[in-house]
């Protein structure tokens, strides 16, 4: 039977944020939205909550400057929605593995309150966190009190993503379009060139994870005469539904969690959330499991594709700002590195243009004063560009420097070459 669903007002709801608190809030498609801006609200009544999250989507109100005095956004990872108030100094940033984010939470970060979106309950009970598990699995697990923003567009999804009535503390129901994201109208012929290269490194069998942006989606692009391919990905974009459709991902190959796509969150086209809604060859998983290297290196031949804002001539990986701008954050891409290091025939790929839009070159004799290493020396492996692949494992930093310069942009090879003589004498 069919359990009694109370709902509240979001007024009633939020009223159990005190000041002080810290505030959990779910994140990429699942932003509850409405509950921000209703919280906001409150904004006079409160000093000192702390927002945590990883990626926001949409206008999340609290990060304007008026508000500044009473929400404090503490974030592991910078999306676009907040890039402006960490930048300006009214918001901070926590640089953590996204595998590492769900312990900080049980060990040193105890969330107060958790704000989520979720689909109605069935006839058990129980609502989905949708396409967003990830660390709001965790956050959930943990939180003293958990306010559920309940919305019948949220997809309902397998794997970890099942929460209960019983566990929220209240419940407010608001129906409305989650954010979307169309990554593949973004592909340009430079990235359509890379993701043709990726491509022809990847084996029929192969289990593959994805970054977040257009490269990532350019190479399931040029994926259509592979084989019996595998999904194990922190995230999932619009990209996989045809090589699903024509049985390019079945997932048949993979030792763990074979026949099944696995991954922490989903972003995209509406076309992306209607597909997974109820689809059980998808499991949405905590992110602790999902971007733990001792799992990932279980599935053989594992091909990580991750994108870098710059990378230098010994093999150092910018991903996560530009200089002293904070432009997003550490998330995966060290998790599934090293996991596809260790996984048998495993591939850890960076791909980048050699060049930004606005002609700046990305394979640089230093990194800029301020920017964070993501990926190490030590972890590179493959380095991909539409003018070549530079394979930097085992070598040493004069054969990295010569194979980067390899692939550069042409019209920064000399700049580059010159520089190396500088720094290494002899080149």
């Known amino acids: 039977m069919k359990l009694p669903v109370v709902y509240q007002t979001a007024e009633q709801a939020l009223s159990v944020i005190q000041s002080g608190h810290r505030v959990f809030v779910q994140g990429s498609a699942q932003t509850p939205l409405y509950l921000l801006r209703e919280l906001g609200k409150r904004a006079a009544d409160l000093r000192g909550v702390e927002l945590t999250f990883i990626t926001v989507q949409g206008d ?28 300006d100094g009214r918001a901070d940033f926590i640089p953590v ?48 009190h958990i ?10 999804t397998h794997g970890d993503s099942l929460v209960h009535t019983k566990r929220f503390t209240s419940m407010v ?26 491509a022809e490194m990847i084996d029929d069998g192969s289990t593959i994870q994805m970054g977040i942006g257009t490269i990532p989606d350019a190479v399931l692009k040029s994926l259509g005469n592979h084989k019996n391919l595998g999904v194990h990905t922190e995230m999932c974009s619009d990209g996989i539904i045809d090589l699903f459709d024509k049985d390019v991902i079945n997932n048949s190959m993979k030792r763990i969690h074979p026949n099944k796509t696995v991954t922490g969150f989903a972003v995209g086209t509406r076309r992306l959330y209607d597909y997974v809604h109820d689809n059980p060859a998808f499991v949405f998983l905590d992110i602790d499991y999902v971007n733990d290297p001792h799992v990932i290196r ?4 594992v091909v990580a594709i991750n994108s870098a804002i710059e990378v230098d001539i010994t093999g150092q990986v910018c991903a996560d700002s530009i200089g002293t701008t904070q432009y997003s954050g550490i998330g995966g891409q060290m998790d599934f590195m090293r996991g596809a290091a260790l996984s048998e025939g ?52 004069r054969q990295r420097a ?4 390899s692939i550069a942009h042409p019209d920064d090879r000399e700049m580059l070459e010159k520089c190396c003589h500088d720094r290494f004498h002899q080149f």
């Open 60 to 87: 999340i109100e609290l990060d304007k400057p008026e508000y500044v005095d009473s929400f404090h956004i503490n974030c592991m990872f910078v999306s676009e929605s907040v890039r402006k108030a960490v930048n």
């Open 97 to 144: 593995f996204l595998s590492d984010i769900p312990d900080l939470f049980r060990k040193q970060m105890h969330i107060d309150v958790a704000l989520v979106q979720v689909s109605p309950p069935d006839e058990h009970g129980y609502c989905s966190l949708g396409v967003s598990v990830d660390i709001a699995r965790s956050a959930v697990n943990t939180a003293t």
């Open 147 to 156: 306010i559920a923003q309940v919305n019948p567009r949220v997809p309902r």
């Open 173 to 198: 129901f608001h129906e409305e379009d989650l954010p979307e994201v169309d990554y593949g109208t973004k592909v340009g012929p430079e990235e359509l060139t890379i993701g043709k290269r990726i």
């Open 298 to 301: 279980r599935n053989p031949k």
């Open 346 to 397: 495993g591939k850890p790929i960076i791909a980048l243009t050699s060049r930004t839009a606005k002609g700046v070159n990305r394979i640089v004799p230093f990194l800029k004063p301020g920017a964070g290493v993501v990926t190490t020396r030590g972890h590179i492996h493959y380095v991909v560009t539409e003018y070549g692949v530079a394979y930097l494992f085992g070598k040493n930093l």
């Open 402 to 405: 010569k194979s980067l310069i």
